[in-house]
């Protein structure tokens, strides 16, 4: 009964999201219809559709699972925009300035500089609002705009390439490329960026999964979420949690800069994301903060944003700025169904 | 003014509060309403405020039906509510509160010097002091209670209904209490009191209606019945209003307390001086009006208050532990049945299975494997049916939410899982707070059981009856302060009641 | 350095707090009825577009502004039906909100004027007057008074949520809402109704600070435009202990703050002789919320019963 529950939620949300999505686009004056047919048919095409999807699906998984584990603790995580600019471009410095070494030590290097970059931009928030009780919603997102401004800065005064136009690094050493899938999969070709960073993030769904409900840091973790005053009481370290919750939060993130940088681009590319961190928080509460449901819900985004390409190119009037709005009522609708899951009265 | 409720019913998801009600209040008496813990007189009293709306029945107010759909309704027909817990804004003023909802001036002013001069004329007429300038967070319980009665008097409420309204006050102040409601029958107004304590019920009140599980099961006039048949009425058989408790063997200290005096961020002292100590095989109680330094006492002695706001020594079997955390306390043998299970004792969303092992969740049995790391859910259920065994818990599946227990169960949910630790010294608060009688007796039996086991316990409790039934030795807090130790066995309530408000005995 | 302290940065500093304190306030009437406001970046977004683009249309800055108020007073009600009605958790709802507005109007601009994202320009003179426009002053003197009318508003906004929020019932109700909702219901008034009334009215107000921004300070609305303004304006709001003066000043000083850097851009440099790189600029208001945030949230009393939903029957 709760698992027909929590499927025909999710779903009723998603359906009312694309009924008020549907009323936007008929009120810009282009047709619902074909509008969707463009957004959700491009994602099912071998080897295109499905390569694609499955590989903006992964920084999603990502993302998502980081907003996943801070909302168990009960921490919104707005900042995994800028952890996982702060560890792209770490990964990428690594891969920079390390490039002669061989790839089994750089890559394992590489994929250490995202995590802990990560952790670390994902931890700042944390100590704040443990040290000094201020929210970590305000203080993420503040910490984006300073990422993204830090991250620019080294970006265009010591690492570009000269006479490079475009604001990215030079490229990083061969030894840090990861293998894209295409490498294994027969009909699959190397030109399409899936790589190996999707299998880890399911590596890692797998991972969240078993240490919030196996292991007695997850149930710190949750329980801190649920009660923190009832956590406290069973010897729960209170600050301890929100520094650990938002660490791992962040370290998850920053892992979006693994497949980015190791397996797509091979350096560090200014702006490169396309709002992984914020539709990261639309996948963890259509996932209903579940690893499993997180792999879900960045599933149809991802189709989501593989049709947006299509919808750009081929309808006159709207862009792709409607997978966005979509996104958006996603997490309205979501929030608002929140109301119906309060189960019996205690 | 008479109040008639007929036929009311109110459901709450699976729970029945009120079943085809049927009360009759008589115009200018003092009507109690009775019963345990979960018999349903809150809620029908909420229902003829209008906070709740039955789903069916009618309530007549002077023999007419009236539709009560929010608390305007019920204000508008002269009904005011005193509720348990008051509903007042701390940090405004006695004559804000007591104003909002009926402000003097006009929409684009607010007059509140009128409405100061109103309270002070309504004030002097039914002595109830107080200064409508102060601010309510800085009142003590009494002055905020008085504040709550002006708030109906203001509006011209001819019917009160009071919830509870002796739990926080010291005997004293119910003397003082009882002559203030003497006063409101004597001006014509119809006083409802809600109210467990059968011995106020027949100091006070003109009539009683006895409700049990939802339903009336009676209503007498209050000079015709006594104790023991208003008791039998409430639970349906004849009910032990004393704890058969055989004699306190006690043994070697376990708790010593020297000295201990906390401080609020504020400032203000919650605890002064403190000293006492509890031994091996004996319950010690703690009595005093809630906000004495009860709850602040308990709290530095399970080690949840930071370590700056407490000084004085703290030992355990000779062992100061004054630097351990909360779960090196636990470590060391400190159980705590906290005061407020819903806020500190349990998580309401997680299976009893997962709430049977908090606090102990980090280590053996609860872990195994790796480093000690991964949850053994083999023996965290085993220790769950035991708890759950040993304890009465109902129903006895351990998957389910602890939101889904009634209040009952889960206190005995939280001091199966405290026992079992086992411990050397309990700290418990309020053990039976918002628990049927059924539990409560059960819950009584196991804290004794405890006690002969080897156990050292501190109790805390803010009913009398309770404390003075189950200590051996009892201690009486004012102000932060040990007003004074006495024997339970032979001390009157007067006594107890004396030290309570800071008097000498 | 003394060519930074001019009076032109009083006038950038005005310029500069004058969006922000007209969301902070709008804010406060939602936060002190307890109604989280996370949705202040989005509702000025939507102020912004909306004056923008009806201004384009109309020719005329109020028309614009009226717009603006409505529109942004659109979502805001949306807001709180989602968490007064729905009761939805109130960050993630506002964080909703705050995403529409990334999208939507880039997606209505596309529509409308075939652009990306940004509206056109507007001429000078049908952009929110000064007051040196609108009142009839001396040449000599007219520098003085070379402030935005939303500017000298935004003053008069202050001291009148000052006297409503103190002074009137309704002030009293919103009050009492916010601190002890369950208090207010047995008093007798409509609670939601009350924290309805207040989350719509910071949009009205929200939406106006967005307006300025679009047809006030500059001539033209651009893709998300707002850049993280409206969560400056509750960062404010928490500094200012939720109360209307003091949230005023705290604005002044995050515009104070941004004004400086501002003017110190291409003035200040590094030892070596160099400009100091923008992005380091642009960090400044940003790492300043955090640190004040920080600093002064335990001196903070929020109101008592702020981001809980009211539920009679629980």
Redesign the interface.
């Given at each position: 009964m709760k698992v027909l529950r929590d499927l025909l939620f999710p779903s009723m949300a998603v359906l009312c999201a694309f009924l008020a999505g549907a009323l936007?686009v008929a009120l810009?004056?282009?047709s619902p219809v074909e509008t969707y047919r463009l957004l959700l048919g491009s994602a099912f095409s071998w080897p295109d559709g499905i390569g694609y999807t499955l590989f903006f699906a992964t920084p999603l998984i990502f993302t998502g699972l980081a907003v996943a584990v801070a909302l168990r603790g009960g921490l919104?995580n707005?900042g995994a925009e800028g952890q996982l600019y702060v560890a792209a471009f770490a990964t990428a410095w690594i891969g920079i300035t390390f490039a002669n070494l061989p790839a089994v030590v750089l890559v394992p290097l590489c994929c250490v500089a995202a995590i802990a970059a990560g952790a670390v931009w994902g931890a700042i928030p944390g100590l704040?609002k443990a040290?000094?009780?201020?929210?970590e919603?305000?203080?993420t997102?503040?910490?984006n705009?300073?990422a993204v401004?830090?991250v620019?800065?080294l970006t265009?005064?010591h690492y570009r390439m000269p006479g490079d136009p475009i604001m990215e690094t030079t490229p990083i050493g061969s030894g840090a490329h990861i293998p894209r899938l295409g490498a294994f999969i027969p009909g699959l070709p190397a030109r399409i960026p899936l790589n190996i960073a999707f299998l880890l993030a399911l590596l890692s769904c797998w991972l969240v999964y078993v240490l919030l409900w196996?292991?007695?840091?997850g149930?710190?973790i949750?329980?801190t979420g649920?009660?923190p005053?009832?956590?406290?009481?069973?010897?729960?370290?209170i600050r301890k949690e929100v520094v650990l919750t938002m660490a791992i939060s962040g370290a998850l993130a920053g892992m979006v800069g693994i497949n980015e940088v190791l397996g797509y681009r091979y350096r560090y590319y200014d702006g490169f994301s396309d709002?992984y961190g914020?539709t990261g928080?639309?996948v963890a509460?259509l996932g209903r903060n579940h690893p499993f449901g997180v792999v879900v819900a960045a599933l149809l985004f991802a189709v989501l944003q593989r049709g947006g390409v299509p919808v750009d190119a081929f309808t006159q009037?709207?862009?792709k700025?409607?997978?966005?709005?979509l996104?958006?009522?996603v997490?309205?609708f979501v929030?608002?169904?929140?109301?119906f899951r309060?189960?019996?009265?205690? | 003014m008479k109040l008639e409720l007929r036929g009311i019913t109110k459901r709450f998801g699976a729970v029945l509060a009120n079943d085809h009600l049927d009360i009759t209040i008589p115009p200018g008496t003092i009507h109690a309403i009775v019963g345990e813990n979960g018999a349903g007189k809150s809620t029908a009293m909420r229902i003829a405020y209008g906070f709740y709306t039955a789903d069916s029945g009618e309530i007549l107010v002077n023999d007419q039906a009236r539709d009560i759909r929010a608390p305007r309704d019920a204000i508008a027909l002269g009904i005011g509510m005193v509720h348990q817990h008051f509903m007042l804004v701390r940090p405004m003023t006695v004559t804000e509160n007591i104003v909002l909802g009926a402000e003097p001036g006009s929409a684009m002013s607010l007059d509140l010097r009128k409405a100061a001069a109103g309270i002070r004329a309504l004030s002097e007429e039914f002595r109830l002091a107080v200064d409508p300038d102060a601010v309510v967070e800085d009142l003590s319980v009494g002055q905020q209670q008085r504040v709550e009665l002006l708030k109906a008097l203001y509006r011209r409420a001819g019917l009160l209904i009071l919830d509870e309204p002796t739990a926080v006050l010291t005997p004293q102040e119910v003397d003082e209490f009882f002559a203030i409601l003497r006063r409101m029958r004597g001006q014509g107004k119809t006083v409802i009191i809600i109210t467990h304590k059968l011995s106020e019920v027949l100091a006070i009140s003109d009539n009683v209606t006895v409700m049990r599980d939802g339903r009336v099961v009676g209503q007498v006039k209050t000079s015709e019945t006594d104790a023991a048949a208003l008791a039998r009425l409430m639970v349906g058989r004849d009910v032990l209003l004393r704890v058969d408790k055989p004699a306190a063997q006690p043994g070697a200290t376990v708790l010593a307390v020297r000295d201990v005096t906390i401080t609020a961020r504020d400032g203000a002292r919650r605890l002064d001086k403190v000293s006492f100590e509890v031994r091996a095989g004996e319950i010690v109680g703690v009595a005093g009006v809630e906000g004495n330094g009860q709850t602040e006492l308990i709290e530095a002695l399970a080690g949840l208050l930071p370590g700056s706001q407490v000084s004085g020594s703290m030992s355990l079997g000779g062992r100061d532990i004054r630097e351990l955390d909360a779960r090196r306390r636990r470590e060391a043998g400190i159980a705590h049945v906290p005061e407020d299970r819903h806020r500190r004792g349990l998580l309401l969303d997680f299976s009893l299975w997962e709430n049977a092992i908090l606090g102990v969740h980090y280590r053996a049995p609860a872990v195994s494997g790796v480093g000690g790391v991964l949850l053994d859910q083999a023996a965290i259920q085993r220790r769950a049916d035991l708890v759950i065994r040993e304890f009465d818990v109902r129903p006895p599946n351990a998957s389910l939410p602890a939101r889904a227990l009634s209040g009952g169960n889960q206190q005995k949910l939280i001091i199966g899982r405290e026992f079992e630790l086992p411990p050397a010294l309990l700290l418990i608060s309020q053990p039976t707070r918002g628990v049927d009688i059924g539990a409560i007796e059960f819950i009584h039996r196991k804290i004794v059981a405890l006690r002969d086991s080897g156990c050292a316990v501190l109790l805390v409790s803010a009913e009398l009856e309770e404390v003075t039934a189950l200590a051996d030795r009892l201690l009486v807090l004012h102000n932060g302060r040990v007003a004074g130790e006495v024997d339970p066995s032979r001390a009157t309530h007067e006594e107890i009641g004396l030290l309570m408000t800071g008097g000498r005995a | 350095m003394r060519s930074i302290l001019t009076l032109s940065l009083v006038f950038s500093t005005i310029r500069l707090s004058t969006p922000l304190v007209w969301a902070a306030i709008g804010g406060l009437y939602s936060e002190r009825s307890g109604v989280i406001n996370i949705a202040l970046e989005g509702l000025m977004l939507a102020g912004a577009f909306t004056a923008a683009a009806v201004t384009f249309y109309t020719r005329s800055p109020w028309a614009g502004v009226g717009a603006a108020m409505i529109a942004a007073a659109f979502f805001a009600l949306l807001l709180a039906v989602v968490c007064i009605r729905f009761k939805a958790n109130e960050v993630v709802a506002g964080t909703g909100i705050n995403m529409l507005f990334l999208g939507l109007p880039a997606v209505l601009s596309g529509a409308l004027f075939l652009s990306s994202g940004s509206t056109p320009q507007i001429p000078q003179d049908e952009l929110l007057p000064t007051l040196s426009r609108l009142l009839p002053i001396a040449p000599q003197w007219r520098v003085l008074t070379d402030v935005s009318i939303v500017s000298f508003l935004a003053l008069l906004v202050v001291g009148l949520t000052s006297y409503v929020l103190y002074r009137t019932p309704f002030g009293l109700r919103l009050r009492a809402v916010g601190e002890n909702p369950e208090a207010a219901d047995a008093a007798g008034i409509r609670v939601n109704r009350v924290r309805y009334a207040g989350v719509v009215l910071s949009g009205v107000l929200a939406g106006v600070g967005g307006a300025y921004l679009s047809i006030g300070q500059s001539s033209l609305f651009t893709r998300n435009m707002t850049a993280g303004r409206g969560y400056i304006a509750l960062a404010a709001l928490i500094f200012g202990k939720w109360r209307p003066v003091q949230t005023m000043l705290a604005c002044v000083l995050f515009g104070f703050a941004d004004a400086l850097t501002i003017q110190m851009q291409g003035v200040v440099k590094l030892p070596s002789g160099e400009d100091v790189p923008v992005q380091f600029i642009q960090m400044i208001p940003y790492i300043v919320t955090i640190v004040v945030l920080a600093g002064f949230i335990g001196h903070s009393r929020a109101p008592g019963a702020l981001g809980v939903p009211y539920d009679k029957e629980s």
């Open positions: 936007i810009v004056g282009d919104l707005i704040l040290r000094f009780g201020s929210h919603v305000i203080n997102i503040m910490l705009f300073v401004a830090l620019g800065y265009q005064y196996k292991t007695k840091w149930y710190e949750r329980a649920q009660n005053a009832a956590a406290e009481y069973g010897g729960v370290s709002n914020f928080i639309a509460l009037l709207v862009s700025d409607i997978v966005l709005i996104q958006a009522l997490i309205l929030a608002a169904e929140a109301a309060r189960g019996g009265r205690g | - | -």
